[in-house]
């Protein structure tokens, strides 16, 4: 037990090297939440698939979209004036 709490406690701890702002947000699974509500929109409104594939190319499609908005729009975490 003392071997494994000197090498996971830290690893555990870890997140509070962060500044104050970034712990808030790591705290939450809202970014996760929303991507998992969004692919459950869009495959609601396509209803049927004729095969598992094109289930397949939908989410990949969203999954791809939303990374596209997440890499070029504002970012959630910055480092640039860390509290």
Do not use: Q
């Not at 996971?8 to 998992?36: F, S």
């Not at 070029?72 to 509290?83: C, F, N, P, R």
């Amino acid at each position: 037990l003392a071997t494994w709490a000197e090498t996971a406690l830290p690893e555990g701890l870890a997140v509070l090297a962060l500044p104050t702002g970034h712990r808030r947000r790591l705290r939450t699974t809202n970014a996760l939440e929303r991507v998992n509500k969004e692919i459950k929109r869009r495959t609601r409104v396509a209803t049927l698939f004729p095969n598992e594939a094109s289930c397949l190319r939908l989410v990949t499609a969203v999954i791809m979209e939303i990374s596209d908005e997440w890499s070029s729009g504002k970012k959630y975490l910055t480092m640039d004036g860390a509290e």
